[in-house]
């Protein structure tokens, strides 16, 4: 069993900055592949990006692409994702999940979730 905490959402302006973090209960948090989705009003989850169990590899939806990056400290069963040049589009609740499959196929484990507001 896997728990996800999220941390780090908030309001923000236009052009901003924020970085969230998911913080991973559990033995073998190096084993999952950890992701982010967002789920906006009115419209359906969809997927940001994903992190490797090591680390190493990482891929995004085209509509973050080089402007969120997602890490992850093993040691620290904790994964981040970093988001800059933030507009009012990506104002979402933000969600931590965990796949034990890499590309994430259907995540194992969903955090509670964390506001992301962005402001004009």
């Known amino acids: 069993q896997v728990q996800l905490v999220e941390s780090g959402g908030g309001l923000v302006q236009a052009g901003g900055s924020l970085r969230l973090s998911c913080l991973a209960s559990?033995?073998?948090?190096?084993?999952?592949?950890m992701g982010w989705f967002r789920q906006a009003p009115g419209k359906e989850r969809e997927f940001v990006g994903a992190v490797s169990g090591g680390g190493s590899a990482a891929y995004y939806a085209d509509s973050v692409k080089g402007r969120f990056t997602i890490s992850r400290d093993n040691a620290k069963k904790t994964v981040y994702l970093q988001m800059n040049s933030l507009q009012p589009e990506d104002t979402a609740v933000y969600y931590c999940?965990?796949?034990?499959?890499?590309?994430?196929?259907?995540?194992?484990?969903w955090g509670q979730g964390t506001q992301v507001t962005v402001s004009s």
């Open positions: 559990g033995r073998t948090f190096s084993t999952y592949a």
């Open positions: 999940v965990a796949d034990r499959s890499y590309p994430i196929q259907k995540p194992d484990y």
